[in-house]
């Protein structure tokens, strides 16, 4: 087969990603060669880092553990994806909004958003527990890939009023089959909304694996068909991550337009505590990747430049203990819920449909407590 030369064919060249994930940590935590593209983030900023990922590691565990006391109607971990989530939540300012997905509750918690509000939606209480303008942070999307929408959308209506906010939207490997994918990259790349995309590929939408959703060379290759910068990060690489999404917030809000950044990562449980992983992967593979846990590498990496040492270790123990301490207190409240508030909120203006099925709900409430 022989394919023509397009008419500027070396255009392309600056959207294309680097040739290997970027990496400045081996995988025993060893400094490997720097990409000198993206400065290494400050000492201060890393040992930032690794408390941030610590502290997330105990939330998700915490939140996980809720499901089994029926507090949480379900949870996804994020565990194995500490670094991108961390990393993700570092290179945003405060006035930056965040469009997170159901999987990305660590990032939301870096944020700073309140636990128990945070876990309101996966409680069952609320479509969103937080206040999504406080926080600048959308709720959680479960449809797949909305969200990269929203953060289109939002980003490109902040330019329009002159501001330098920018956007950071997650999606993992599976949600980049969806049109809205392509629609939010497309719309990105020709009106320059200053939008980071964060893929993060962690080798399965549920239970089907990378090799059966894209043959694509990388995901990150996806964003050179519709002229948007493209990265590749090793996802398990914390030093990598902060190093590359800062430089992703730096070029997107200078005005040079969105950037897709793919992480390579892993997600270590299952998709919910509804799946079972093990009908689709085995363990040897997990314990591979339990070998490139970002959390270790980091703490291997601070250790050997003596950032950190036992004393900051067991501070940091006690302070994530008290905060899952919290946390449970907070989730074994009762909230009264109404549930006409599935009604209020959706729309500003109901809509027949809904009119039609707040009344219907209504009526089988009145009947349910007259019988009793
Ligand atoms: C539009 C849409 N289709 C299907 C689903 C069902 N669904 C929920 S999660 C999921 C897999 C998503 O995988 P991926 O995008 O890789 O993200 P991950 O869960 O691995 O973070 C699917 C198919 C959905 N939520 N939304």
């Not at 397009?6 to 994930?21: C, D, S, T």
């Not at 980003?155 to 994918?181: H, M, P």
Request: hydrophobic share 40%.
């Amino acid at each position: 087969m022989t394919l023509m030369e397009p008419v500027g064919a070396r255009q392309y060249q600056k959207f294309l990603p680097a040739e290997h994930a970027v990496q400045y940590l081996d995988a025993t935590g060893e400094l490997t060669e720097s990409d000198a593209r993206y400065p290494r983030p400050s000492d201060d900023r890393l040992a930032e880092m690794y408390r941030n990922m610590f502290l997330g590691r105990r939330f998700d565990q915490q939140a996980t553990a809720l499901t089994k006391q029926g507090r949480l109607a379900v949870y996804p971990s994020s565990r194995g994806q500490d670094a991108c989530q961390i990393a993700a939540a570092m290179c945003l300012r405060p006035t930056d909004w965040m469009f997170p997905t159901y999987r990305d509750s660590m990032a939301l918690a870096a944020r700073g958003i309140d636990q128990v509000e945070l876990l309101g939606m996966l409680a069952g209480e609320w479509h969103c527990g937080y206040d999504p303008v406080r926080y600048r942070t959308a709720p959680q999307c479960t449809p797949l890939a909305t969200q990269l929408l929203h953060a289109t959308g939002l980003a490109y209506g902040e330019t329009r009023k002159g501001r330098d906010t920018i956007a950071l939207v997650f999606c993992g490997d599976g949600a980049t089959s969806e049109g809205d994918f392509h629609e939010a990259l497309n719309f990105a790349a020709v009106f320059k909304a200053p939008v980071i995309f964060l893929v993060q590929n962690n080798g399965f939408a549920i239970s089907v694996p990378i090799a059966r959703q894209s043959v694509a060379p990388t995901l990150a290759h996806k964003g050179v068909g519709y002229g948007v910068g493209s990265e590749q990060v090793d996802g398990n690489d914390p030093v990598a991550m902060l190093a590359v999404m800062d430089e992703a917030a730096r070029f997107v809000r200078a005005g040079n337009g969105p950037v897709i950044v793919e992480a390579h990562t892993y997600r270590i449980d299952a998709h919910t505590n509804a799946d079972d992983a093990s009908r689709y992967r085995d363990d040897a593979e997990v314990e591979h990747w339990l070998g490139r846990d970002p959390l270790a590498r980091l703490e291997k990496y601070l250790r050997g430049k003596a950032l950190i040492d036992d004393g900051v270790a067991d501070a940091l123990t006690a302070e994530a203990e008290a905060a899952a301490t919290a946390l449970r207190a907070g989730m074994n409240v009762d909230r009264p819920t109404d549930p006409m508030d599935l009604f209020r909120y959706v729309f500003a203006e109901q809509t027949p449909q809904l009119r039609e099925q707040q009344a219907q709900v209504e009526a089988e409430l009145a009947a349910e407590s007259e019988e009793h």
